[in-house]
């Protein structure tokens, strides 16, 4: 049998429905606008979100480049982030890089930053030494922060705060749809205040490839450029586009499985003796445990069930729609007698 795999919910691999929809997929040359299912597809987005318009791109790592670069201006420009956000940890850099931007990190609560906390970062205007503050960057839900939903009402503060200093805002949805599941809320509540915001189609939403940047269509025609410069312009991209349709049709009531899933998978590691895990900030689809040493264990349970760990004691698990809930209860098994 092979290894039930909870690393990441990037490992789903395209149902035969998906298949098959990308295989029948409508498609002309992007790059022209001339391919039907990509507008089909930036539009619904665009609407979901709550904004004008929108563009396909590779990945939610594009996404995230991109725009920061649509924000900074060249000289000291600073972004604001939590320190868990994926563009300081795993981007490469790509801020320093594409934008020329100083980072500050908040310590948020598992990923999650104030209103107050904003404000107390945000540097002083008119003052020659410091650098310029920017760009506020909220990550929902935060992945590091272990899923966890930034509240609306926190979302909301931050957005103000962020108004009333004139900071530009940028929303990290890679994972927006399960806040939108666990909270029944509508997408665009969480959206629609920033200046940009985006989805990924490659998490729990289960395509192969693709996120959607939306935005004003001054902001999105300036992506754009950044696009064709990255070489993320695509020709018969409808068959990607397709993929993310074929998602957004059929795979985001379903997050609830997951959801249910991590919080089986929770409930069952946090009984285990040697597992430390408080299954009350399980809130979506990963679950964040320690045990005494992560990488020993995650090594040896390789060949039952994959987990990423984070540190040294620190492991993540992650349910999507490649794990039942029967995949739960062995993975469960084989960890206790792991540990047992
Ligand atoms: C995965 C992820 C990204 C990057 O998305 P890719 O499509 O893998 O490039 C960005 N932010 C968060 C929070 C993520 O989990």
């Given at each position: 049998m092979p290894p039930i795999n909870?690393?990441?919910?990037?490992q789903t691999r395209p149902t035969d429905g998906m298949r098959a929809a990308i295989a029948s997929a409508v498609v002309g040359d992007e790059q022209r606008g001339l391919d039907p299912t990509t507008r089909r597809l930036e539009e619904r987005v665009a609407e979901l979100l709550g904004f004008e318009t929108a563009v396909l791109l590779p990945s939610g790592t594009m996404c995230n480049e991109i725009a920061m670069r649509l924000h900074a201006r060249p000289g000291g420009d600073e972004v604001i982030l939590d320190r868990t956000a994926h563009p300081v940890?795993?981007?490469?850099?790509g801020p320093a890089v594409v934008s020329g931007l100083m980072v500050r990190v908040l310590d948020g609560d598992r990923g999650v930053f104030t209103g107050a906390d904003l404000e107390a970062a945000v540097r002083p205007t008119g003052n020659r030494y410091t650098p310029r503050s920017r760009l506020v960057c909220v990550e929902q839900t935060s992945n590091l922060g272990g899923g966890r939903v930034w509240p609306a009402s926190v979302v909301h503060d931050v957005l103000d705060v962020a108004a009333r200093f004139g900071l530009r805002t940028h929303l990290d949805g890679a994972r927006l749809m399960n806040a939108v599941v666990a909270t029944g809320m509508p997408a665009s509540s969480f959206a629609s205040g920033f200046d940009t915001a985006w989805i990924d189609f490659t998490k729990g939403l289960g395509a192969p490839v693709g996120a959607v940047l939306a935005g004003s269509r001054e902001l999105i025609d300036e992506a754009w450029r950044w696009k064709q410069m990255l070489g993320g312009a695509f020709r018969q991209s409808g068959m990607v586009a397709a993929g993310c349709l074929y998602a957004l049709d059929h795979h985001v009531s379903r997050l609830a499985e997951d959801h249910l899933h991590a919080r089986v998978l929770a409930e069952g590691l946090a009984a285990l003796p040697g597992v430390r895990l408080d299954v009350s900030t399980v809130e979506t689809n990963i679950v964040i445990f320690s045990v005494d040493d992560a990488p020993g264990l995650v090594a040896r349970l390789a060949d039952r069930v994959e987990l990423q760990a984070f540190d040294a004691h620190r492991v993540r698990a992650v349910t999507h729609l490649d794990v039942s809930r029967a995949d739960v209860e062995r993975a469960v098994a084989a960890i206790a007698d792991e540990l047992g």
């Open positions: 909870l690393y990441s919910d990037t940890n795993s981007e490469a850099g």
